[in-house]
């Protein structure tokens, strides 16, 4: 048998597929004043070093934002979100198509004795828009949505029935709200979503249809 027969047959490329790919059509079919999508391809890094070090300070040019020190916040960056975890931990957000670079940031943080780990296969990113979402959100989770509170580089962690996510306000008063949650989590988290959009939708009992009272 020749090293030719032995090798192997190439394998077509295939499209990446997000946790809620299956899911996808439903949500793309919810009712009007609520818009749902996936995205997966966020790339994710967990960070932690001290604030006050000076890897700090090369984080921060590196990613033009300065490392957000108050509970429940988040800055922009450059091309995406730096999350507050807590005292001496972020999360690093940025689009696939544009990701931080890695060894750059690596190497800042290590400098001063931090880490850095490529956590984007943990989570996937959910996208809630439309002037429905507060409602749809309020039947699940604690959070105070008022536009006062829940504003733009507000980042939240807290559970939507029982499943952990992380939300971060895009709009005030929750009508554009970015939903991290983990992949083994996220068709639980959909369906939820699903019924939820339905049960919000459906006439009273008392309702015909119309508006009437």
Known sequence: ?????????ALPRLAPRGPLAAWADRLAALPPGLSASEDSTWQQLGVRLDPASPGARAVEALLGAALPTTPST??????????????????VLAPGAR???VPALADAVRASGGSVVDVSAQRTTLRLTGPAVPDLLRGGCAVDLHRSVFAPGTAVQTSIAQIGVLLLARAPGGTDVTVLV????????????LDAAVEASAPGPLDDGQGGA
Not at 74 to 91: F, M
Not at 182 to 192: K, Q
């Open 1 to 9: 048998m020749t090293a030719e027969l032995l090798r192997p047959a």
């Open 74 to 91: 988040s800055a922009a960056t450059r091309e995406g979100d730096v999350v507050w975890l807590g005292p001496d931990e972020w999360l």
């Open 99 to 101: 990701p931080v670079p």
């Open 182 to 193: 983990r992949s083994t989590f996220a068709g639980a988290l959909a369906d939820w979503i």
